[in-house]
């Protein structure tokens, strides 16, 4: 950040008084998280997603960052899926309302995993409820 300060009687005045309006209106603090729960659309599978990226940043008080879920990996429907150790699967878009700058947080597997495909989709023994035999009687 580059100031111009002027108007102070004294330098370090002016300095500081900028310095201690900055201070109520921008924080340095966490704006996304490390570590998110991630539900895979369409499925019961949750992934824990980790990420590099910095999450910590200034940040105005009154105008908070806007956040948008951006799902970078998609589920393949007629293949198994595979995910493999270090997949970008979410990004986290930090839009600054002032300023319009962007920041993108990117949400990776820590872990490889495979999920179900099509034939165990299609395999897979579905629980059934237990009919009493009035009920069965009165279907047939």
């Not at 950040?1 to 102070?8: F, Q």
């Not at 201690?20 to 998110?36: D, H, N, S």
């Not at 949750?46 to 910590?56: A, F, G």
Request: avoid cysteine.
């Amino acid at each position: 950040m580059i100031a111009t300060t002027l108007g102070g009687a004294w330098k370090f005045t002016a300095n500081n008084n900028l310095r201690l309006m900055l201070k109520q209106t921008e924080r340095y603090q966490q704006v996304a998280p490390k570590t998110i729960q991630y539900q895979i659309p369409g499925t019961t599978t949750k992934l824990q997603l980790e990420t590099d990226s910095q999450t910590t940043m200034w940040q105005n008080t009154d105008h908070p960052m806007t956040q948008t879920k951006i799902e970078l990996w998609p589920l393949h429907r007629t293949k198994p899926n595979y995910l493999a150790a270090g997949t970008a699967v979410l990004k986290l878009r930090l839009t600054d309302p002032l300023s319009g700058t962007v920041h993108n947080v990117i949400y990776r597997t820590p872990k490889a995993l495979t999920m179900l495909g099509p034939v165990q989709w299609a395999t897979q023994v579905k629980k059934s409820t237990p009919v009493s035999a009035a009920a069965f009687a009165m279907a047939r």
